[in-house]
């Protein structure tokens, strides 16, 4: 009887127990691989220790400071998509007419393999793409600008593209949990003659606070670690570095001619970065239960 209660409770275990083999042989492995080979460099085929060697010439090297800076200028972005995520929300939770129509379209950029979007808006945004083409056949020769070869226009304009493909995850979040508020608040509300504004400031706001927190936290970490494809599809770090991000330069040491086990530091850095936000959203979460 004892055996059958202990193998009851080791049984969710072995049904877990094939994911976690693949988490370890997919993520932990190659991460501590990684963390390993950054202590290391190679000279005609052969490992050699070096210590802390590779983290020295990294942060030694102009780029990796260009990099964090282009990456910190995006977390800029994180509360632009929060409002603006949280007030197009506001507007389809009163049900418009048509709002689930808006919402699959709002939502639908966010499904898009990001190459794809790369690519289109790198045609769009081009010195002679539609967008250009568009403006100088209306007779706004003059707002016809060089969107991606621009040093000054280059990184908005990756921003924003950016921006137009995440905000539907954020407006789906947190409608989702705006149908969930008790509408005996708003009604409420209503009677006192509150505005949308003050609903919104007031209710809305406050009831989606731990959807909020979760969200920006999210949302920096996907700027940190998730933009090279659009980096590396729409201006390849150019013009002059103006667009460069962690991620990219890591390929570009890696790949670029640089040196593998730089890149690999500059991985570590990366992924302690990573690493703060992340318990800083486990703080949040917990704070939050």
């Not at 202990?6 to 991460?31: G, N």
């Not at 010439?57 to 977390?75: H, P, S």
């Not at 709002?106 to 010195?127: D, E, M, R, T």
């Amino acid at each position: 009887m004892k055996s059958k209660n202990k193998m009851k409770k080791f049984t969710p275990y072995f049904y877990i127990l094939p994911t976690f083999i693949i988490l370890i042989i997919v993520i932990v492995i190659p991460i501590i691989y990684v963390i390993i080979q950054s202590f290391y460099s190679t000279f005609a085929n052969e490992n050699i220790f070096v210590g802390f060697r590779n983290y020295q010439i990294a942060f030694e090297d102009e780029l990796l400071f260009i990099a964090l800076k282009n990456n910190i200028k995006l977390f800029l972005c994180v509360p632009i998509l929060t409002v603006l995520s949280l007030a197009i929300a506001s507007v389809l939770y009163n049900k418009i007419k048509g709002w689930r129509f808006y919402r699959s379209v709002i939502f639908i950029p966010y499904i898009l393999a990001i190459p794809v979007v790369g690519i289109v808006f790198s045609y769009l945004l081009q010195y002679n793409g539609v967008i250009n083409s568009i403006l100088r056949g209306i007779g706004f020769s003059d707002l016809a600008m060089d969107w991606l070869g621009s040093p000054d226009l280059a990184f908005p304009s990756v921003a924003v593209v950016i921006m137009w493909k995440q905000i539907g995850f954020g407006v789906v979040l947190f409608l989702a949990r705006m149908m969930s508020i008790d509408r005996s608040l708003y009604e409420s509300a209503d009677v006192d003659g509150a505005t949308w504004f003050q609903k919104f400031l007031h209710i809305t706001i406050p009831q989606t606070k731990s959807i909020i927190e979760f969200y920006i936290i999210i949302t920096l970490i996907e700027m940190l670690s998730w933009v090279f494809n659009f980096i590396y599809v729409m201006t390849a770090g150019g013009p002059g570095n103006k667009t460069l991000v962690l991620e990219y330069l890591i390929y570009k040491k890696a790949f670029g001619g640089g040196d593998f086990n730089i890149a690999m530091a500059i991985s570590v850095i990366l992924l302690l970065i990573a690493s703060v936000l992340i318990i800083i959203h486990q703080i949040v979460m917990r704070k939050e239960e």
